[in-house]
């Protein structure tokens, strides 16, 4: 069998197209069970509607729910984005009930030790307090 470039580059293709299928199909169903505001009843259509004529469904839920499809996505990345800003804050400590971070509360033990507030003692019991919370 004889196989040219164009064979290659024309395989190529519809493999592309075979996989773009595949992820917009998976896309949609992610997001018809992700929807909060379709019931059970609707979502089992859906799923029943992109088994059987798939490209006919994936099309249609596409042109008629792809705005409020690009609002979950919109609203998800904002919640992620606002989780991962939290996180930071609280590792990086300014976040919560407004208390210093272990490195400046042991800082400040030290600052505290050298002016002869407190004694070595204390020091390392403030020290050990920062480390542990």
Known sequence: MNNSFWDFLIWLFWFYVLIA???IFITVII???KDHTLNG???ALWVIFLVFLPFLAAFI???ARGNSMAQRRMEEAQQVQAQNA???RTVAGTGGGGGASSASEIETAKRLLDSGAINQAEY???K???IAG
């Open 21 to 23: 299928c595949i992820w």
């Open 31 to 33: 997001d018809i069970f």
């Open 41 to 43: 009843w609707a979502k």
């Open 124 to 126: 390392e019991q403030l």
């Open 61 to 63: 839920y596409l042109i």
């Open 128 to 130: 050990a307090k920062a």
């Open 86 to 88: 939290d996180y930071i």
